[in-house]
């Protein structure tokens, strides 16, 4: 099933943000020292989507790739940015004066946006889109497009979609890899300086009106979508962004690592992949308590927890004992009293993580989202693992 109009990747940004010129230009020097000291080489990447930018995280930008501000949204078939948004992409783009490696992306979409299928559904509807995506990157000094369309041929979002989506949906990517050609020319961005494009993407039935392999050659990477594989519209709980099938799951259960051989399998490239990690966790109420709690039928989905707030009040603490499930190299929370159930991401999965990249050789983490960790702890734990 897919999931609720509460998913954090998937909803419309809303988050408020602190503000970062004033105190970026006067801690340049002393966090630009500290950061630029972490960067090192590696062939792994990190990649965080960010609604805007956190001045208490700054001594920790140079651990990271590429930021991908989320939202622009398609409006009237042209792709724009609200005007009370534009200062928290402008936050994301002054960070370069400290880390000049730093990419910053524009992504399009979100959970419950809509208005792709009708611009991918003509020629004209396909330029428009395009040619304002890249115009938007050039006159934002960003660096590239994502396109976050959830999904093609499909409307549990809420959104319109079509039978003729998946061969649209190619066919958008296409002119938008035109577009920023393009554009990128005029702006001497080419060559290893192009503008970029991914998407973010899920798998196993959200992909069944995507041509995987058709789309892979206009694409800089995928932004694996490897977590809410459990929430509100799926029948039970689970390991909402487990990396490996429990021996509890059932059937076709979605994995990361069934993500990852489902696109492998499709002709992507290993290192054009980027898997996913959640700063955050997801709760259930009234659970059956067998197997403590993991892949068992529920009363109701509770609502998401951020990281902090898990350590704060949840992990080991009000009656919440953490498990870990060596299968799946994922850990959960089961409250024996209430017969609570959460399912999150830690230092732990995290370090699984890092090494199946490296087993795997593929291109790195991609996270949702950055201001849920201000103490930056899941991303420094991906950071060292992925070095």
């Known amino acids: 099933m897919a999931p609720t109009l509460d998913t954090p990747m998937r909803r419309v940004f809303s988050r408020s943000f602190c503000r970062v010129f004033t105190g970026l230009l006067l801690t340049t020097l002393a966090a630009g020292t500290c950061a630029m ?47 009370k948004d534009l200062p928290h992409l402008r936050d994301l783009v002054a960070l370069k004066v400290i880390n000049p490696k730093l990419k910053v992306d524009i992504s399009v979409g979100g959970w419950t946006v809509g208005g792709f299928s009708e611009a991918a559904s003509s020629e004209a509807g396909r330029r428009l889109f395009a040619d304002t995506a890249a115009q938007l990157v050039a006159d934002q000094h960003a660096d590239g497009i994502d396109v976050d369309w959830e999904y093609p041929g499909h409307h549990e979002s809420g959104i319109k979609s079509s039978p003729q989506d998946k061969t649209n949906y190619t066919l958008l990517l296409q002119a938008i890899r035109a577009s920023l050609d393009r554009v990128g020319a005029k702006h001497g961005r080419t060559g290893a300086n192009h503008y970029t494009l991914s ?61 990852v051989q489902q696109f492998l399998a499709a002709g992507v490239p290993p290192q054009k992949l980027l898997i996913g990690a959640a700063l955050y966790g997801r709760e259930f109420a009234d659970v059956k308590p067998d197997h403590n709690g993991l892949y068992q039928t529920y009363g109701h989905y509770q609502g998401g927890h951020d990281w902090p707030e898990l350590k704060q009040d949840f992990i080991n603490k009000n009656g919440y004992v953490r498990y870990w499930d060596d299968a799946a190299q994922a850990p959960w929370l089961w409250n024996a009293q209430t017969h609570r159930f959460i399912s999150y991401d830690d230092p732990q999965s995290m370090a699984a993580k890092a090494a199946y990249v490296k087993a795997q050789h593929l291109g790195g983490i991609m996270y949702w989202e950055q201001s849920i960790d201000p103490s930056d702890e899941l991303l420094d734990d991906m950071w060292r693992g992925l070095r």
Do not use: C
């Open 199 to 259: 998407v973010a993407i899920a798998d196993g039935p959200f992909v069944s009106d995507i041509d995987i392999g058709a789309i892979n050659p206009y694409l800089d990477w995928f932004n694996l979508m490897t977590y809410d594989f459990v929430n509100a519209m799926t029948p039970t709980t689970g390991h909402h962004t487990g990396l490996h099938a429990s021996a509890l799951i059932a059937g076709d259960g979605r994995t990361t690592d069934r993500a």
């Open 37 to 83: 000291a972490q960067t090192s080489s590696s062939p792994y990447r990190i990649v965080g989507y960010a609604g805007g930018w956190n001045p208490v995280q700054t001594k920790d930008v140079g651990k990271i790739d590429t930021l991908i501000f989320a939202f622009a949204h398609p409006k009237n078939g042209r792709v724009t940015i609200d005007e």
